[in-house]
């Protein structure tokens, strides 16, 4: 039976799931044999494995290894499609999603259950014009874009011939020292260092100046005082400069002003990487305002024990975008296994099964981030586990919560590729015209 068949059987509960994220994915799997129809909604055409984007920006991982197309993720899930639209709005009462194609196309959605899976973007505490001067990455374009600005980086201090310039393009900033900015400092210090000194004839690419700053007073906030030791000892021997109790101020094309316990000081730098905060989609303020529930700081909404939106029947809401009495950590894992546990309610509900479900209990299964090439650490299950061990376990970790037998393969291939020994990183393509525009920092056309 094709999927348009099945949309039309007669007494089929339908159900809408927003985004193709983790939660969002879980969620439409464990639907997948139960008598109901599914429509998955995302902006984008593909399912997006966010923990790896800084190996996408750094050239280490093509965009296809961790973006696999959505379609093709559900394709065997006969009672489910995908949709590529952008939700507009959510008519609760109606119970109907608006959203509109990429030519303008509106489509309205008729649900029994709705699954919001928005997750979070990018927060810059009140400041949104620095989005232009310092990119984050929660979308491959984001990760695209900010390869480009790293690598042209050195293309541009190749052919500089002023030496205040040439350093400015060799200065790299990363604000915010969680897992992200650890990661993505650590893989900025392997190419300045290892990667490229011997690819370029005019710089010393080792010159590089990359700094992580953060306002906490550690690296790795969440994790124990003995990991976050340990990445500061192993980011510092790589040569990053880290300036802890420092918050960014202010900040242009050219520069950022950051305030720290020695005051404030600007630093010249053409490169600037954030990565120090998120806030909720949007959709969730939607919802609050159609339910009169309640958002945190970041935008988060909040939730019932079992996932649901109060006020609202059949509405639940999963992952970055909302928050719980327990105030669960934004990871993949935790959306995961909500839309996992979202995804088995409905599924009873839709079977006649009105029991109060138990609520949802999360499983921690520990926490971890790469520093660099063999280094990373861990805490699994109060295990602490640092340097090659670490590595190897954060490895598999990753490689196994990728979709399809080629990504992980693929992708442990370049992992090969870009350690210590090898030091070959195989994805490296830029936009030179793209580079050159938001290297120079100049405003787009």
């Known amino acids: 039976m094709s999927t348009t068949d099945a949309e039309h059987r007669e007494g089929r509960k339908k159900v809408v799931v927003v985004g193709g994220g983790f939660g969002g994915v879980q969620a439409a799997k464990a639907l997948g044999h139960v008598d109901v129809d599914v429509t998955v909604v995302d902006r984008t055409n593909h399912h997006l494995f966010q923990p ?7 050239g280490i991982l093509s965009p296809g290894l961790i973006a696999p197309a959505l379609r093709r993720v559900l394709k065997k899930q006969r009672n489910t499609r995908t949709l590529l639209a952008d939700v507009t709005s959510i008519d609760l009462e109606s119970r109907v999603v ?8 509106p489509i309205d959605l ?3 259950y709705l699954v919001v899976a928005g997750g979070a973007t990018h927060a810059y505490f009140g400041h949104p014009e620095w989005a232009e001067f310092a990119p984050g990455m929660k979308t491959i374009e984001d990760a695209r874009h900010l390869r480009s600005k790293i690598l042209g980086a050195y293309e541009l201090a190749e052919v500089s011939t002023d030496d205040k310039e040439r350093e400015a393009y060799l200065t790299f900033v990363v604000v915010g020292a969680g897992p992200t900015g650890v990661e993505i400092t650590g893989q900025l210090a392997e190419l300045a260092r290892y990667v490229l000194p011997n690819e370029y004839r005019s710089i010393d690419t080792r010159s590089a100046r990359i700094i ?7 690296v790795l906030p969440p994790f124990a005082p003995k990991l976050q030791r340990y990445t500061q000892r192993r980011l510092e021997k790589m040569g990053v400069e880290i300036r802890l109790n420092t918050a960014a101020t202010g900040m242009d094309h050219d520069t950022i002003t950051v305030k720290g316990p020695k005051g404030e000081d600007t630093i010249v730098a053409k490169t600037k990487v954030w990565a120090a905060g998120v806030q909720a989609s949007p959709l969730a303020a939607t919802l609050a305002k159609a339910t009169g529930t309640e958002t945190d700081r970041a935008g988060r909404l909040a939730v019932d024990p079992d996932c649901s939106l109060p ?6 809401a ?7 009495v327990d105030r669960l950590p934004g990871v993949a894992q935790v959306a995961m296994q ?3 546990y979202v995804g088995k309610l409905i599924a009873a509900r839709a079977r006649g099964d009105e029991t109060t479900p138990a609520p949802f209990k999360y499983f921690d299964k520990g926490s971890m981030a790469t520093i660099g090439a063999r280094q990373a650490v861990a805490d699994a299950k109060g295990v602490k586990i640092t340097g090659w061990l670490g590595y190897l376990l954060w490895c598999y970790v990753h490689v196994m919560f990728l979709i399809g037998w080629g990504n ?6 370049n992992w090969v590729r870009s350690l210590r020994y090898a030091r070959n990183r195989g994805h490296r393509l830029i936009s030179v015209e793209g580079a050159a525009r938001e290297v120079e920092d100049k405003p787009a056309a």
């Open 212 to 218: 992580l700053l953060d306002a906490a007073p550690s």
């Open 318 to 324: 999963i992952g970055d975008m909302v928050t719980t």
């Open 98 to 105: 608006h959203s509109l194609a990429p030519n303008g196309h």
């Open 338 to 340: 909500q839309g996992k």
């Open 408 to 413: 992980r393969l693929g992708t442990l291939y």
């Open 52 to 58: 790896l984007l800084y190996q996408v920006a750094t």
């Open 311 to 316: 006020g609202a029947d059949g509405v639940y």
């Open 110 to 112: 008729p649900f029994d």
